[in-house]
């Protein structure tokens, strides 16, 4: 992860793009390792703050969406593409 380093710093700065630590007791790194291992999922960080000088990420597992979820999207999308040239067509006229 890339952390802009402080921009009134010295040359005491750390590299932006260092190793950083995952501070997580073993037992759940390896139980977050057998969920991404699985098909179709993914460790997603979800949202980043500060406290007490740390950085906290609150990590997520997403899966990928079904073949009938996508086709219903698409629909969804086309849909309304549809309707919203009809209106703009009708307030052209």
């Keep these: 992860m890339h952390i802009s380093p402080y921009e009134n710093g010295n040359i005491y700065n750390k590299d932006p793009l260092r190793d950083r630590k995952l501070l997580l007791k073993k037992r759940e790194i390896y139980h977050l390792l057998g969920l991404i291992k699985q098909q179709g999922c993914s460790l997603i960080p979800i949202s980043l703050y500060l406290k007490n000088n740390k950085i906290k990420v609150e990590l997520g597992i ?32």
């Design 62 to 93: 997403g899966k990928g969406k079904k073949l009938y979820d996508k086709r219903q999207d698409i629909a969804k999308k086309d849909a309304e593409r549809k309707i919203d040239r009809a209106m703009k067509n009708s307030i052209n006229l």
